[in-house]
T-cell receptor, first 119, second 115 residues
């Protein structure tokens, strides 16, 4: 079974500053996907960024980037130029490769990090 | 883009009654739907997986008779909380898994309060 650990229950950052959210995971799988989801007060789950384990290059989406360390099983999210709209719960999630058979496509979520962006 | 429409967005019911939550996939067909439960300030926990045309698969510890899941068509999956009790109060979210270039598509969630 897979586990996802987010060790920071809450974080805060000044507007326009940079913040990094940590995530570690445990798996015996070699092929998998990692995600960061944002859940604002509306509770709608929004994909922030995703990383395929077979890709060495870290994923980037505008102000959001990840530091994927496969050997260390670490997948941190960096938010640059933080904006008030970034205030939300952030969940790190793991998914086995669709080719893995049973349990494919199921997401395993971490407990989340509540991020507050301070004006 | 692809949308999963989830209704109702919130519901208050009396203890002992049943509540049905619907998730409809718009503009795409979903042969599978995941159902999650989220307690306040906690993570999403997978409850069950519904499959069109076959029985749902429940996660360990989830009562099949209390949480009835039906996947009647390729565009509709429902979760019925039967004989609801206050401890069933929670936030329920459905999600269609990735398919043909489409990523996970989450419903907007249902806040259930049992009084």
């Amino acid at each position: 079974a897979q586990t996802v650990t987010q060790s920071q229950p809450e974080m805060s950052v000044q507007e326009a500053e940079t913040v990094t959210l940590s995530c570690t995971y445990d798996t015996s799988e070699n092929n998998y996907y990692l995600f960061w989801y944002k859940q604002p007060p509306s509770r709608q789950m929004i994909l922030v960024i995703r990383q395929e384990a077979y890709k060495q290059q870290n994923a980037t989406e505008n102000r959001f980037s990840v530091n994927f360390q496969k050997a260390a099983k670490s997948f941190s999210l960096k938010i640059s130029d933080s904006q008030l709209g970034d205030t939300a719960m952030y969940f790190c999630a793991f998914m086995k490769s669709p080719l893995s058979g049973a349990g494919s496509y199921q997401l395993t979520f971490g407990k989340g990090t509540k991020l507050s962006v301070i004006p | 883009g692809a949308v999963v429409s989830q209704h109702p967005s919130w519901v208050i019911c009396k203890s002992g009654t049943s509540v049905k939550i619907e998730c409809r996939s718009l503009d795409f067909q979903a042969t599978t739907m995941f159902w999650y439960r989220q307690f306040p300030k906690q993570s999403l926990m997978l409850m069950a997986t519904s499959n069109e045309g076959s029985k749902a698969t429940y996660e360990q510890g989830v009562e099949k008779d209390k949480f009835l899941i039906n996947h009647a068509s390729l565009t509709l999956s429902t979760l019925t909380v039967t004989s609801a009790h206050p401890e069933d109060s929670s936030f329920y979210i459905c999600s269609a898994p990735p398919d043909r270039g489409r990523g996970y598509t989450f419903g907007s969630g249902t806040r259930l309060t049992v009084v």
